[in-house]
């Protein structure tokens, strides 16, 4: 009787077992995607200020959007992912950059 209720049991523990190793597993890897995401959105705005600066030092303005950096100096952008605000103030003032991540439908 007592191996019948082991077997019983062992039979249920198991998948009850494999769902809950699955659902932590999920959990690491998303909270993982969402970690890389926020990374590489510091490091695209990090660039993009590097860049500014680098053109301000050499040129003697800031770059008056986007697309000027993209040409002259190279700046990268996955426009499919990320969202650029540029706001230029004045030829002598920081623009204020901000980067924002796209929200992916899946």
């Known amino acids: 009787?007592?191996?019948k209720i082991r077997s019983g049991?062992?039979?249920?523990?198991?998948?009850?077992?494999?769902?809950?190793?699955?659902l932590v597993f999920m959990t690491a890897l998303n909270n993982l995607k969402t970690g890389?995401?926020?990374?590489?959105k510091k490091q695209l705005e990090q660039a993009l200020q590097?860049?500014?600066v680098?053109?301000?030092?050499?040129?003697g303005i800031y770059?008056?959007?986007?697309d000027y950096m993209k040409e002259h100096y190279g700046i990268q952008?996955?426009?499919?992912?990320?969202?650029?605000?540029?706001?230029v103030f004045a030829e002598n003032l920081m623009?204020?950059?901000?980067?924002?991540?796209r929200k992916n439908e899946e």
């Open 9 to 22: 049991l062992g039979g249920i523990l198991f998948p009850v077992l494999a769902v809950v190793v699955l």
């Open 50 to 52: 590097r860049c500014a």
């Open 95 to 101: 623009p204020d950059i901000t980067v924002l991540e």
């Open 36 to 40: 890389n995401g926020e990374e590489g």
């Open 63 to 66: 770059p008056p959007d986007v």
């Open 77 to 87: 952008i996955d426009e499919s992912r990320y969202l650029v605000r540029y706001e």
């Open 54 to 59: 680098t053109c301000y030092a050499t040129e």
């Open 1 to 3: 009787m007592k191996e």
